[in-house]
C-alpha cells in the first residue's frame, strides 16, 4: 500500500504527515488518545499551558511503554523457564524407559 498525507490535530496544533495507508487509523487513535490525555489533565489539574500539558502525557506513555517492555520480558522469562522445566520433565521421563 502506498502512502497518503493526512492532517492531525494535537493540543490545537495541526500537523501534515505522509503515512502508510495502514497506520493512518493508529496515528488517529494515538491523537485522539493524546488530545483525551491533555483535556483530563487540564480538567484535574490547574495546568493551561500546552507545553506543560504536552510534557505531562509524553510521561504518561512512556512511562506505559516501559511498564509493558518490562511486562513482557518479565512473562517471556517465565514462559521461558516453564518451557525449561517442561523438557526436562520430558527428558525424565523418556530416559526411563
Known sequence: ????????NIADRVYPL?????????IRRAAK??????KEYQENYAVRDKQDLLSMCVLHYATSSLKAEKKVTVEDTEVTE????????????FSKQ
Do not use: A, P, W
Not at 500500500?1 to 492531525?8: A, F, H, L, Y
Not at 505522509?18 to 493508529?26: A, D, G, P, R, S
Not at 488518545?33 to 491533555?38: A, K, P, Q, S, V
Open 18 to 26: 505522509k503515512v502508510n495507508m495502514e497506520e493512518e487509523e493508529i
Open 82 to 93: 516453564k518451557v525449561y522445566q517442561l523438557d526436562y520433565l520430558l527428558t525424565e521421563f
Open 1 to 8: 500500500m502506498g502512502e497518503i498525507s493526512i492532517k492531525i
Open 33 to 38: 488518545l493524546i488530545n483525551d490525555r491533555i
